[in-house]
């Protein structure tokens, strides 16, 4: 199908400095938790997105020296000779597709850690760093501003001689030194590069002008700018002093690459920002320069897109998590193909790769970061080797994408759900305040599955053993795939609870699972959290909607504590504390009585007993595998019923993530001829070379 005409703008080509963008599609810098360790991974995972038509892919943040050392964090490096060849990897998969490579050079300053350098930090001033390690910065003198300048330009010259098209300096998210010297809460100079703005913007400006004189006539040069850190007069401002500096540089760089800060508040997860969330901050860098200016917004939608061109707010379509998603979505709006775009749901799986220095993961899309090490690609998949038909118990997310897999494999797949509708959990959490774009999940997965003529669906079909047994014989089935989920458990056994919670049987403890089905609220509602993601939040803003009093208890030190990784936590702590939710952190549930629950303090003798009319315990998830062990206790009839493989996935093997469950319906399908061997590495692994 042809693509409607409205969307021509989108791929029209872009002139930045010396180069020039094939397509308005640009894969802003992005983390991904591989790094200068995984090169032929992150190379991989970069050449499918130019396959995709991205006209420019970045990489994370590079560093240039040992001085900028950010470990254990898996940034690129370019520190010297030595590191060419593996930002090489990257460059060559870009450019294989016609699309520019692009190089973020960062130093780090305070924020940078030097955990494996061992070498002083850093900074503007004299100041600690920005972890918790017990360690301060010392003020750079003018020595160590020429030496920095230096960093700076010898690492853009080694990334012009590797191949990079776009050489970037770095002044965003509170996380690179230039930004440090701009800002008024880190800067405390007295020299000339402190005091006034333009002092403040001196450092930036210098490195700036140096990278263009250095590389400027091959490279184009982009500026990554924050013009707004959302703290008020701490910080900068978009309408004060971050418009200001774009004023003074405004011609300086080849290309803006516009957002917010911090990182929280430039990847806003879709409970706290819309698509296009940043316009009301960047509109204004247009109008000040006269160069090409690429800006960030969640963007999954062409009409949107196609609005920011038009009405003058971006000349390229910035995106970091929506290229993760889908790494083809060009492509896919170039073909007409838009019902096929795999959209983001802002779930920030993906930052939490980087928080907890793993590769990348994503909800929506499981073959991102094993394109080299499994071989998986987002839109091809090996045919099947034989025929066979496959049944699957269950309709959730591990269940849908396993059947969507197989189906494109060509085996004959038949899917049973109990429900009423497809989607499992995923349906439930989705109609959660914030999480609505969580649907997306279920909703490409059926939309794909509808193009399948050999994959069936069959809803409010409960199957027990005996049932799976005759539908095998009556269908022809050769392998069962159980997917049938898990339940939040209701005695409150979990991270901290090894036994079952005591409980009065006057109080009747509930789980979030009770919430998606006849429920009314208390006045009163204690929630108990000893899973510390995004449920016991999101739980307590629908109960606060309906106008109970919530009262959030959590043995971790704050909060809805792993969303720190997802970078939600204190905007989801902000939030509740609006809504008038009290949270006690660092306390454990004992008991729940008739109108009370009492929780006790780690550490400590202090009890504490709280009214309520109702106890929520969100700890751990049952997984509902009973169906796999009445079949797994008759080898025999299963067999004679011609079933060969019996096998449980996602939920229902081990409780996870959404993004763990689609992942593992995944590469069900993807190693579906391969035994299950737990003996053999199913995955090429990157052996670091020894020195000589």
């Known amino acids: 199908m042809p693509r409607n005409s409205r969307y021509d703008i989108l791929f029209e080509p872009v002139k930045i400095g010396p180069v020039t963008a094939k397509n308005r599609f640009y894969q802003v810098p992005h983390c991904n938790g ?17 396959e995709g038509g991205w006209a420019a892919i970045a990489t994370e943040e590079c560093e240039i020296h040992p001085t900028s050392d950010v470990s254990p964090f898996m940034e690129a490096r370019l520190w010297d000779k030595s590191d060419m060849d593996r930002l090489a990897l990257s460059v060559d998969a870009i450019h294989e597709y016609g699309a520019l490579a692009a190089v973020e050079l960062a130093h780090c300053g305070h924020q940078a850690g030097n955990r494996y350098s061992r070498l002083p930090l850093m900074g503007v001033s004299d100041m600690m760093t920005g972890s918790y390690d017990p360690v301060q910065a010392y003020a750079v003198s003018k020595r160590d501003i020429s030496a920095l300048r230096k960093m700076h330009v010898d690492a ?22 230039a930004h440090h010297f701009i800002s008024r809460r880190h800067n405390r100079r007295t020299d000339e590069y402190g005091g006034s703005l333009e002092n403040r913007v001196r450092f930036l400006r210098e490195i700036l002008e140096a990278t263009v004189e250095a590389v400027g006539d091959q490279c184009a040069v982009a500026l990554r700018f924050a013009v707004d850190e959302l703290i008020g007069e701490e910080g900068t401002v978009a309408a004060e002093e971050g418009k200001d500096i774009v004023e003074m540089l405004a011609d300086i760089p080849d290309l803006w690459d516009v957002n917010v800060s911090d990182w929280s508040n430039d990847s806003l997860t879709a409970r706290f920002g819309e698509e296009g969330a940043q316009e009301k901050y960047t509109a204004f860098v247009k109008r000040v320069t006269s160069k090409p200016v690429v800006g960030v917004g969640r963007f999954t939608s062409p009409d949107t897109m196609v609005s920011q061109i038009k009405r003058g707010i971006l000349d390229l379509i910035g995106a970091a998590r929506p290229s993760i998603a889908d790494p083809f979505l060009p492509k896919k709006i170039e073909e007409g193909r838009l019902e096929d775009i795999r959209e983001c749901i802002g779930c920030n799986i993906c930052a939490s790769s980087d928080m907890v220095i793993q590769p990348l993961r994503c909800t929506q899309n499981p073959t991102t970061a094993e394109e080299y090490r499994r071989g998986w690609h987002p839109e091809r998949i090996a045919v099947k080797h034989k025929d066979e038909h496959v049944m699957i118990v269950g309709a959730g997310p591990a269940g849908l994408e396993a059947a969507l897999s197989l189906g494109r494999r060509g085996y004959q797949v038949t899917v049973a759900d109990a429900g009423k509708q497809a989607g499992g959990r995923v349906l439930n959490e989705s109609k959660l305040p914030g999480l609505s774009t969580w649907r997306r999940v279920v909703d490409y997965r059926l939309g794909q599955i509808e193009k399948l003529a050999n994959v069936d669906i069959h809803l409010e079909s409960a199957l027990d053993a005996e049932q799976v047994l005759e539908f095998s014989k009556m269908l022809g089935i050769d392998r069962l795939v159980i997917a049938t989920g898990a339940r939040w458990r209701r005695d409150g056994i979990g991270r901290t609870h090894f036994k079952p919670v005591l409980q009065d049987s006057d109080m009747r403890t509930l789980t979030p699972d009770d919430l998606f089905e006849n429920y009314s609220p208390g006045e009163r ?11 016991a939040s999101v739980v307590a803003e629908k109960l606060c909607a309906a106008g109970a009093h919530v009262t959030i208890v959590t043995p971790a030190p704050e909060v809805a504590a792993w969303t720190k990784n997802t970078l939600e936590q204190r905007h989801i702590e902000t939030r509740l504390f609006d809504l008038g939710v009290t949270i006690i952190t660092k306390h454990v549930i004992e008991n729940a009585c008739a109108e009370s629950v009492q929780v006790n303090r780690l550490n400590s003798d202090h009890k504490l007993q709280i009214a309520c009319d109702q106890c929520i315990l969100i700890t751990s998830r049952q997984a509902q595998h009973q169906l796999f062990f009445d079949l797994d206790a008759m080898p025999d009839r299963t067999a004679a019923a011609g079933l060969t493989h019996i096998t449980r996935i996602g939920d229902c093997l081990a409780p996870s993530t959404i993004a763990a469950a689609v992942y593992e319906g995944h590469r069900y399908a993807q190693e579906y001829e391969q035994e299950n061997d737990l003996h053999r590495i199913p995955f090429k692994r990157e052996n670091i070379e020894l020195a000589p």
């Open 156 to 177: 853009a010259i080694r990334a012009r001689d590797i191949g990079f098209d776009i050489i970037y300096c770095y002044a965003g998210h509170d996380l690179s030194l």
């Open 34 to 50: 591989m790094g200068n360790r995984y090169p032929h991974a992150i190379a991989a995972s970069r050449g499918v997105k130019a």
């Open 525 to 535: 509602v204690v929630i108990y959290d000893d899973d510390y993601y995004y449920l």
